[in-house]
């Protein structure tokens, strides 16, 4: 597994773009399928159970199988933190999430790219949700959760039957423009935008000032099997 340091991600939020230049790769599966995911400070996981697992190298093991503490399952180099105080400066006093603003601008990209556009779904907002709330409490940016869950066991609890389903990670943004912005310059937030079959979407933020991150926006994109 390669990385670059967490602040050239910060400081690439800092400058208005989405945090990330942090490249982390694994690759796990449900049972009896494969799945492909590629995270970052900005992060984007997606599970197609046809793909082919692939990783950019050294990709940790599924949650079942990694030694965890008792209090928190996220197996160790699958979060980042970050250093304290780092975005203090920035105001997140106007910070809000419009849900339908954010899918009216999402199929408009699609849309540019000839896409078909994706319906608001209250089983992978849910899943959205609890994701945000769970980075909150913790204070970093994983597409693992606290339980050890990966997104595509999320989707499955919230209820969705999924066939492939991709989940992006940002945190810091003040607002889902700046969010969208970089998940479309990087390659991999891009791709699970713009993923040819998707048709449903949720979308989360949570906010928490006393957290280093200070916001905690989920996108998860769906189709249903």
Sequence with gaps: ??????????????????????????????????????SSPSQSASYAPTVKSVGLGGEPSAPRDVKVASLDKAPTGTFEKAPPGVLSDRDYSRTALNAEMARDLINAYRKQ?????????????????????????????????????????????AGYRARLTAENVGTGQINFNEVLKGWEESPGHNKNLLTPDAQHMGIALVQDPKTEFKSFWTLVIGSPM
Excluded: Q
């Design 113 to 157: 790219n000839g896409l078909k556009p994706l319906k608001l779904n209250p089983e992978l907002t849910e899943a959205a949700k609890s994701h945000s709330r769970d980075l909150a409490k913790w204070d970093r940016i994983s597409h693992y959760g606290s339980d050890g869950s990966n997104p595509w066991d999320r989707v499955k609890r």
């Design 1 to 38: 597994m390669y990385r670059v340091a967490l602040t050239a991600g910060l400081a690439s939020a800092l400058a208005g773009c989405s945090l990330g230049s942090t490249s982390l790769s694994s690759g796990f599966a449900d049972p009896g399928t494969t799945a492909s995911i590629t």
